[in-house]
């Protein structure tokens, strides 16, 4: 059974970081750090690829967020997102997820980050 468990999420002001964590216990293609505000959709704002590390990122967090994984093949491991200079409109409920090779289908249950000052 795929098991993704987040943590980290907390209360910042602008302008701070943060780290949240993903551990995980499956070898997928994609794993990604996806953000909903309620009334929103959820949409994917960092990507890793298994294979090679390689990433994408949203417009919105890019240069600002960093995603990695600790062991990449490792079928249990840990997902990572660093978030600097944070702003309000970060505010929102993070989901770890993977991708078995048809979408990311494979969700955890969120974690929140709250900007505001």
């Known amino acids: 059974q795929v098991q993704l468990a987040e943590s980290g999420g907390d209360s910042v002001q602008p302008g701070g970081s943060l780290r949240l964590s993903c551990s995980y216990n499956?070898?997928?293609?994609?794993m990604a750090w996806a953000r909903q505000v309620p009334g929103q959709k959820r949409e994917e704002v960092a990507i890793i690829y298994t294979s090679d590390g390689s990433t994408w990122y949203d417009s919105s967090v890019k240069g600002r967020f960093t995603i990695s994984q600790d062991d990449p093949k490792s079928a249990k491991s840990t997902l990572y997102l660093e978030m600097s200079n944070l702003k309000p409109e970060d505010t929102a409920m993070y989901y770890c997820?993977?991708?078995?090779?048809?979408?990311?289908?494979?969700w955890g249950q969120g974690t929140q980050v709250t900007v505001s000052s």
């Open positions: 997820a993977s991708d078995p090779g048809h979408g990311f289908t494979e």
């Open positions: 499956v070898r997928r293609y994609r």
